[in-house]
Structure formats: structure tokens, C-alpha cells
């Protein structure tokens, strides 16, 4: 095949997906059921194809030329996510932890598919957002004192010894103390308490709107709508809420526990499997491992600005595994992009050739890392993904 490659992407039809949002952005075909998220890249689960063949095969036949000193796999995994539900509440090991866990569930002897696995392969799983539409979701801890503050707005009384331990401090170790608190059985009338109260907030303020405790509350009375009866509803009150407008970005490295709540956004990722869940979710969850992984150091969320001119927005994280360029190509321009490394380019709206390839919205090629340079022409949104 001749570079660039065109990628079939894989659709995952996970039940917090949207079933029209891929259709309208990108004229793909509705299903009638959620499309969630569109995957691009060589993940072993679930790799995109280039004619017909799995791009992991691709790049095992080929490793130098296809990924270059970035090898012997492709270090990322690109998604667009369309969010219609809460996605788990969620944390990523780092590195070091995922060797560990990986290795001493392999010792035990847990099959990979088993759904009560917890490490299905011993890399991290750094990841970073970029809207496409305005987005929003849950983002690292609080401040404690912000976090207290929250829970006394919901009048509850069974919250009242959280709320002591927060403004006791140290910030850490208070995070530490409610939120294991929150996920336990014995805090069940509490969490039930809050729920109820939530329910009474609902409808007072809009998601994306008012400022205060009042339109922070109707967000997590939309949590406790769409996941009645758990605990990570609770414990999403120590989270930062976090809204995105199109082209703003945020990145979540290891143990910063996240949730996305709703909105399309370009998602870029190291390439691993790796998620500790607690609550959000009818999946696995390991709520020992992941109070293990936690960072539960306050902090407000990662914002990843964008650096560039002439159309080019490069948004760098601070990992090794990805980096992400958005061109903002105007009618009759063109960019001529370096090469070197294995790339993947996704056209979010308009029209683009890059190359002799020509690719339309929700169209993605792979770029192999033998290729010097490529130029991309046309009036389109392109973004593209590399290593770090």
C-alpha cells in the first residue's frame, strides 16, 4: 500500500455513547444504538485496518519502516469520544504500577479475558482531551476546603464528619480518609442522603451554566439521575468540574481520577488497557488497587495550551507516548508536516488531501515513520497524532 494508508477505524458501542453524534459530525451511518468511541491506531483488542489487514500486523511485518526508532509498536492510541452518559470513575497506573500489577496477575494465573482482571498489559495509560464540541467531565481532587464547602451546600447532615476531616487537614490524607469513606459499605445512608438531596437540586441551575455551589450541584444531580444507588456519585463531590469549549484541552496523567460526563472530544492516549474503576459503572471494580494508584494530591485540572502559528495548534503533554498538532487548513492552503515518525491523521470537518489521499470528515490515515514529510492541502480541521 502506499502512504499514507487509509484506516478503517473500530466503533465501540459501550452504553454511554451517543447514537447520533458520529452521524452528524461526520455523516457516518446511524446504528440505532450508542457509538462511543471511534478508535485509530494498533491496540491488540481492537486495531484498525489499512485494505483489509490489522494495522498490528502491518506494523509487525514492518517495524522500521512503520514505526521507526518510536517501535517496535505504535506508542499511542487515538479515539473520538461522543459522550451521551457518565463514563466510570476512573484512574491509570503509572508505569511502574503496571508492571508490578500486570506481572503478579499473570503470576496468579488470571486469564485475560476475565472480567475481575485488572491489568491487562504492563504499560501506563497517560491520556489527554481535546473538544470537538463544548465537553465537560471530572477531573482530579479539590481543594478541601472547596470540597467541604460543596457538601455543606447539600444541608445534609450525615455529611457532617466529612466535611470535619476536610477542614482538618493535611489536604492529601483528608482526601484520602472521605473519599475510601464514601466507596465503603458503612456509608451507604449517607450516600443515600446525598443522593436524595441531589435530586432536590436537579433542574436549578443548567450543566453548563451558573456559577456557585447551585450550578456545580445540577452536575452531580445528573450523576445520581444516570447511576442511582452508587457510590462514586458521592465521591465525585471531591472532583474538579471541568468544561471544555472546541480546541481546549486537558491531560490526566497517573492516579488522577476522572470521569467524563458528555460532549465529542478528540482523545489521545498511551497504548494500554489499563483502567481502575470505583464507581460510575457496572464494570469491574477494584477499589483496594485503585486507593493504591490515587494521587490524591489537590489540583486543578491540566489545561494542555496549544502552541503555534498559521494555523498549526500543537498541544504537548509532558509524557513520551503522544503529542497532538491540530491544522486549521483555510480555503487553498496547504501545511507541509515533518515525518520520521509513525503518524495518524484524523479529518474532523471539511475536506483534506494529504498527499495523494484525500480524507473527509471522521476519515483517518496512518503515516508511516519512513515517510519524510508529507503535505496536507485543502479547507479542513486535520488533527494529527505522533509520538511525544
Known sequence: MTPPMRLAPVIQPYAWGSPTAFPELFGTPATGEPQAEMWMGAHPSAPSTAGGVPLTELIARDPEGMTGASGPGLPYL?????VAGPLSLQVHPSAERARAGFAREEAAGVPADDPARTYHDPFPKPEMVCALTPFHGLCGFRAPDEAAGL??????????????????????????????????????????AVERALAGRAGRAGRAGAAGA??????????????????????????????LGPGEAVF??????H???????????????NVLRCGLTTKHRDVPELMRVV???????????????????????PVAQFALVRHELGEG?????????????????????????????????FVPASV??????????????LPG
Open 252 to 257: 490526566l496523567g497517573a492516579g488522577v481520577p
Open 214 to 243: 447551585g450550578g456545580e450541584l445540577a452536575v452531580y444531580a445528573d450523576l445520581a439521575r444516570a447511576c442511582p444507588d452508587d457510590p462514586g456519585v458521592t465521591a465525585a463531590l471531591l472532583l474538579n468540574h471541568v468544561r
Open 333 to 365: 492552503a496547504a501545511h507541509t508536516v515533518p515525518g520520521g515518525v509513525p503518524q495518524i491523521l484524523l479529518c474532523a470537518s471539511g475536506r483534506v488531501a494529504a498527499g495523494g489521499l484525500a480524507l473527509g470528515p471522521g476519515e483517518s490515515a
Open 78 to 82: 487515538l479515539k473520538v469520544l461522543a
Open 295 to 317: 494521587d490524591f494530591t489537590p489540583s486543578p485540572p491540566h489545561h494542555v495550551l496549544p502552541a503555534g502559528a498559521g494555523g498549526w495548534h500543537g498541544y504537548h503533554p
Open 151 to 192: 457538601l455543606e451546600s447539600l444541608g445534609v447532615t450525615e455529611t457532617a464528619g466529612w466535611v470535619e476531616t476536610l477542614r482538618a487537614g493535611p489536604a492529601a490524607e483528608a482526601l484520602r480518609e472521605v473519599f475510601q469513606d464514601m466507596l465503603g459499605d458503612a456509608a451507604k445512608t449517607a450516600r443515600q
Open 372 to 385: 519524510p514529510e508529507l503535505r496536507l492541502a485543502g479547507a479542513a480541521t486535520v488533527f494529527r497524532a
Open 259 to 273: 470521569a467524563y460526563l458528555g460532549g465529542v472530544a478528540v482523545e489521545i492516549m498511551g497504548n494500554s488497557d
